[in-house]
């Protein structure tokens, strides 16, 4: 569901800030009056003000609305900040000579493949408010990947899932694999088994249009939101020591925060922003790329009572939709307005044993 649009610019001639200042006043003004009250009430309520601290940004202050449920904050220098990790593949499965029935046969008589996906990230994976349909790039994505199995691409069965579920998904087998904004990284691919890259993106930053900022020097300090567990979390406490960080469920909230001014910037992969920024015309995508990140289709390692086939047939959807144009028309269709792309990432083949 796209959240209710909430932000609204300043008023012409008001000061940076000034509605968050009066919203201070008024909580300030009502503790004050409560506090002249003798009943255990006025006590309760005084206690639970919003106190400032002085290390921390006023950006990083929570007068006015409430935070997102399950929100948050960290200040600056709470948790050490860590290099992000590098993209290092090892390298997926080449597709083989077999066929679909040889490769997956539990899944073609299963009748449907079994896909763990996101609901909220529009243009990626989304619910259609407007028709009740899932729709988004990542959507497209599987679909293609049942038309390879079945010849019929709506034999596929969507199943919701909080990232933190996803590995555990695969691994006990409630999944054939997660479509889910997963970057490859060396520490997942012990967990799970990647297909090659299906989709580069950078990380960047999305602001509110007039705030200022065009990049992570900019900041000065202000609130970033991330959604917690995502890369983006390493990648803050890393480029922008300085912020205090709003971690949130989803980046659905992180939108929410934005414009509630309780953040003055999301930082995330420019896929996942494009989405964010579809649904709000006073945002935009601002600054350089701070890194690369590369998604995979995840499945359960072969290692782990996984099926090799299925990672086979999987690259070999991906090596379809490169040669035949499927893939540029889904980017264009779903990123083209508000990205540039140079294309389909390479292919990433391990070397393999002859009897592997």
């Given at each position: 569901?796209?959240?209710?649009?909430?932000?609204r610019?300043p008023?012409?001639?008001?000061a940076?800030?000034?509605?968050?200042?009066l919203?201070a006043?008024?909580g300030l003004?009502?503790a004050?009056?409560?506090?002249?009250?003798?009943?255990?009430l006025?006590?309760?309520?005084m206690r639970?003000q919003p106190?400032q601290?002085?290390?921390?940004?006023?950006a990083?202050l929570?007068y006015?609305?409430?935070?997102?449920?399950?929100?948050?904050?960290?200040?600056p220098?709470?948790?050490?900040a860590?290099p992000g990790?590098?993209?290092?593949?090892?390298g997926?499965?080449r597709?083989d000579?077999?066929?679909a029935?040889?490769r997956v046969p539990e899944?073609?008589?299963?009748?449907r493949?079994?896909?763990?996906?996101?609901?909220s990230?529009y243009?990626?994976?989304?619910?259609?408010?407007?028709?009740?349909?899932?729709?988004g790039?990542?959507?497209?994505?599987?679909?293609?990947?049942?038309?390879?199995?079945?010849?019929d691409?709506a034999?596929?069965?969507f199943?919701?899932m909080?990232?933190a579920?996803?590995?555990?998904?695969?691994n006990?087998?409630?999944v054939?694999a997660v479509i889910?904004?997963?970057s490859?990284?060396e520490e997942?691919?012990?967990?799970v088994?990647?297909?090659?890259?299906y989709?580069t993106?950078?990380?960047?930053?999305l602001?509110t249009?007039?705030?200022?900022?065009?990049s992570?020097?900019?900041?000065?300090?202000?609130?970033?939101c991330?959604a917690?567990g995502?890369t983006?979390?390493?990648e803050?406490?890393a480029?922008?020591?300085?912020?205090?960080?709003?971690?949130?469920r989803s980046?659905?909230?992180?939108l929410?925060?934005?414009?509630?001014?309780q953040?003055?910037?999301?930082l995330?992969d420019d896929?996942?922003?494009?989405?964010?920024?579809?649904?709000?015309?006073?945002?935009?995508i601002?600054?350089?790329?701070?890194?690369?990140?590369?998604?995979?289709?995840a499945?359960?390692?072969?290692?782990?009572?996984?099926?090799?086939?299925?990672?086979?047939q999987?690259n070999?959807t991906l090596?379809?939709i490169?040669?035949?144009g499927?893939?540029?028309r889904?980017y264009d269709?779903?990123f083209g307005?508000?990205?540039?792309?140079a294309?389909?990432?390479?292919?990433q083949y391990?070397?393999?044993e002859a009897?592997?």
């Amino acid at each position: 569901m796209i959240p209710p649009r909430t932000f609204r610019p300043p008023r012409p001639g008001a000061a940076p800030g000034a509605s968050r200042t009066l919203r201070a006043l008024a909580g300030l003004g009502a503790a004050a009056l409560l506090a002249s009250c003798s009943s255990p009430l006025a006590e309760r309520a005084m206690r639970h003000q919003p106190q400032q601290q002085d290390s921390a940004p006023a950006a990083a202050l929570t007068y006015g609305p409430p935070l997102p449920a399950g929100a948050v904050l960290e200040r600056p220098g709470e948790q050490r900040a860590e290099p992000g990790e590098s993209y290092s593949a090892a390298g997926s499965l080449r597709p083989d000579a077999a066929t679909a029935k040889e490769r997956v046969p539990e899944i073609l008589e299963r009748g449907r493949l079994v896909v763990g996906v996101d609901q909220s990230l529009y243009r990626i994976s989304y619910r259609d408010p407007g028709t009740g349909d899932l729709r988004g790039f990542e959507v497209d994505l599987a679909r293609e990947i049942a038309r390879d199995i079945f010849g019929d691409p709506a034999r596929v069965e969507f199943r919701f899932m909080e990232s933190a579920d996803s590995l555990d998904s695969l691994n006990n087998g409630a999944v054939d694999a997660v479509i889910r904004t997963m970057s490859i990284t060396e520490e997942r691919q012990q967990t799970v088994a990647f297909s090659t890259p299906y989709l580069t993106t950078d990380k960047r930053l999305l602001v509110t249009t007039g705030s200022g900022v065009e990049s992570l020097d900019d900041l000065g300090g202000r609130t970033v939101c991330v959604a917690d567990g995502s890369t983006g979390l390493r990648e803050t406490r890393a480029q922008a020591p300085d912020s205090s960080i709003l971690k949130t469920r989803s980046w659905s909230d992180c939108l929410v925060a934005l414009q509630q001014h309780q953040a003055e910037a999301i930082l995330a992969d420019d896929a996942l922003l494009s989405g964010i920024a579809a649904q709000d015309q006073f945002t935009r995508i601002v600054g350089p790329s701070l890194s690369e990140e590369h998604y995979g289709v995840a499945m359960a390692r072969p290692e782990e009572g996984g099926n090799p086939g299925l990672v086979r047939q999987v690259n070999s959807t991906l090596e379809r939709i490169r040669s035949d144009g499927t893939w540029w028309r889904m980017y264009d269709a779903w990123f083209g307005p508000y990205l540039r792309s140079a294309g389909p990432p390479p292919l990433q083949y391990r070397e393999e044993e002859a009897d592997e």
